[in-house]
């Protein structure tokens, strides 16, 4: 039987208080409304990096606290929109904006990116401490398949293969985040989802793709190895953390005492903050002194918690 995960002790500087400010409005534009965000940030520290996050279907900017609350003490800002499914906005299963929702997520992630000044200075004593272009973007699952939107996987049901990248990310992380469409869908995943009908051939962005490998959708024909894609298909993605015996909430990522995991693991969340902050360090600050102590670790049969690869070294 697997043993349990152990933290090592790494190089970082220990954490510090965080404070979070919510309620932050990006005025309204022609389809998604007036955005709201919350913004978490360390409070000390200068030139600091900031981080893009996209919850999943129906969640909002107040979830994801033990990644939020873990990268925030460690020396990022991380903004968090509510997207337009957001189940606290009440929008009616008849909304006609709700076949575009997976398009209006990109386009309200950019107005963010656009509005990084602006929103770092409704934090007090915020934008003087922060370095907006050095920028990354996560996600979770419907929020992975806006951030890989955002690093360039393209999305084919509507047949354009449109381009809505966004050069200014510096590299991204994917967390349960769908494989690619066609086929690959079940008719379920094609009738509910239709945008998951990804390809992932023009995702050049440096990315970490983290997967359970008992993450079962019903939106794919394949199983776990379907979560796999990002980071076989696309050129960019460089790095892949799977789970042993992780579910789609991947321990319990959403929040602190969800009901809605599955699979909560207190140890498995432990590992994806340590392996996503180590990554997030060496993408945007130019250290990745703990990213190499956890790859040796973590290669393959190594450890009971996962296993860590990648097919292009930095």
Not at 244 to 272: A, C, K, Q, W
Request: charged share 20%.
């Amino acid at each position: 039987m697997p043993g349990k995960w152990i933290p090592r002790d790494t190089n970082m500087e220990p954490p510090v208080p965080v404070v979070s400010v919510r309620g932050i409005t990006l005025p309204s534009d022609a389809g998604g409304g007036d955005l709201r965000l919350r913004v978490s940030a360390p409070v000390a520290g200068s030139r600091l990096p900031v981080v893009l996050f996209s919850h999943g279907f129906g969640s909002s900017m107040d979830a994801y606290g033990p990644l939020v609350d873990h990268w925030a003490a460690h020396g990022f800002v991380v903004v968090q929109p509510t997207y337009l499914d957001a189940r606290r906005l009440g929008l009616a299963d008849d909304d006609p904006r709700r076949p575009g929702i997976w398009r209006q997520r990109v386009a309200d992630a950019r107005r963010v990116i656009d509005h990084l000044v602006t929103i770092m200075q409704q934090v007090p004593g915020l934008a003087d401490r922060t370095n907006p272009k050095r920028l990354a973007a996560v996600g979770h699952s419907f929020g992975g398949q806006t951030t890989s939107m955002l690093l360039g996987a393209r999305m084919t049901a509507s047949g354009t293969g449109e381009d809505m990248s966004d050069s200014r990310l510096a590299c991204g992380i994917l967390l349960a985040s769908g494989g690619k469409g066609g086929e690959d869908l079940s008719a379920l995943g094609r009738e509910i989802t239709p945008y998951l009908d990804s390809t992932f051939s023009a995702m050049r962005s440096p990315t970490l793709v983290v997967a359970g490998d008992a993450d079962k959708s019903p939106l794919t024909v394949r199983g776990p190895d379907w979560f796999y894609d990002p980071y076989y298909l696309a050129p960019g993605s460089n790095a892949l953390l799977t789970l042993f015996g992780g579910e789609h909430m991947l321990g319990g990522i959403s929040g602190y005492e969800v009901t809605e995991t599955t699979d909560e693991n207190p140890d498995r969340v432990r590992l994806i903050q340590e392996v996503t902050l180590a990554y997030l360090r060496r993408c945007l600050l130019d250290d990745g002194s703990d990213w190499e102590e956890l790859f040796d670790r973590l290669a393959p049969g190594h450890d009971p918690g996962g296993s860590l690869i990648e097919h292009l070294r930095w």
